[in-house]
């Protein structure tokens, strides 16, 4: 049962470089977000996915794409990294989205730093 | 001004021992608060979910309390284990006129060390 991956686990890359983060499911879940998570800050939403082909912005978008051509993947591409996105970043999914009891599964996050 | 605050930011405390974490929110419209535990190096994973209509909900040695009329929480941790040292992230969902789009409001956790 391998639930959510993501990979790789770490990485390290340059100022200016692009990466992408993959993010796989094997539950056919609906919904995945990506989260980045930094001291001094709660987990912050940078894109959601309702369903194959539909994302959507969260509330730090800025520097992001993503795409979700399979229900299973959903990665997250930094075009050209900066220092300020140095950070933990969570891939989750959810059968039917956060509402009422909808429980988010989360991955075992990603760690980037860029230098 | 973060809507979910959470206190203490760390704790020490002697294995046996109970502990207790506060959450407090000004999210709204409330539609339900989650308790996630984090261990270093892992991803969260849900505790509990409430909805305002319950009060308290249990899951092992963790109990959660809801105060919906005070947007107050607290996760109770009963007779503490050395496996209990995490991050405890409370996070409140408001609700969104978007089916299954509920926004959620993330704190910043208590971190929690329990010591032989």
């Known amino acids: 049962d391998a639930g959510i991956t993501q990979s790789p686990r770490y990485k390290i890359t340059e100022t200016g470089r692009q990466v992408t983060l993959m993010c796989h499911q094997t539950?056919?879940?609906?919904?995945m977000f990506w989260y980045r998570q930094d001291l001094g800050h709660g987990l912050r939403l940078i894109y959601y996915?309702?369903?194959?082909?539909?994302?959507d912005k969260g509330e730090v978008p800025d520097g992001y794409v993503v795409s979700r051509s399979k229900t299973e993947n959903f990665p997250l591409t930094l075009e050209s990294a900066t220092r300020s996105q140095t950070s933990v970043y969570f891939c989750?999914?959810?059968?039917f989205g956060t509402g009422d009891f909808h429980e988010q599964y989360f991955g075992p996050g990603t760690r980037l730093t860029v230098t | 001004k973060n809507q979910v605050e959470q206190s203490p930011q760390s704790l020490i405390i002697l294995e046996g021992k109970n502990c207790t974490l506060q959450?407090?929110?000004?999210?709204?419209?409330?539609?339900?608060l989650r308790w996630y535990k984090q261990d270093t190096g892992r991803g969260p994973v849900s505790l509990t979910i409430?909805?305002?209509?319950?009060n308290t909900k249990s899951n092992g040695r963790y109990t959660a309390t809801l105060d919906a009329d005070t947007k107050q929480s607290s996760l109770h941790i009963t007779a503490s284990q050395l496996s209990d040292s995490a991050s405890y992230i409370c996070?409140?969902?408001?609700?969104?006129?978007?089916?299954?789009?509920?926004?959620?409001?993330f704190g910043k956790g208590n971190q929690v060390v329990v010591i032989p």
């Open positions: 989750a999914s959810s059968e």
């Open positions: 539950w056919s879940h609906s919904y």
């Open positions: 996915s309702a369903a194959a082909d539909i994302t």
């Open positions: 959450c407090n929110y000004t999210v709204s419209p409330f539609s339900n």
């Open positions: 409430m909805t305002f209509s319950e």
């Open positions: 996070v409140v969902s408001a609700r969104t006129q978007i089916y299954g789009n509920n926004r959620l409001a």
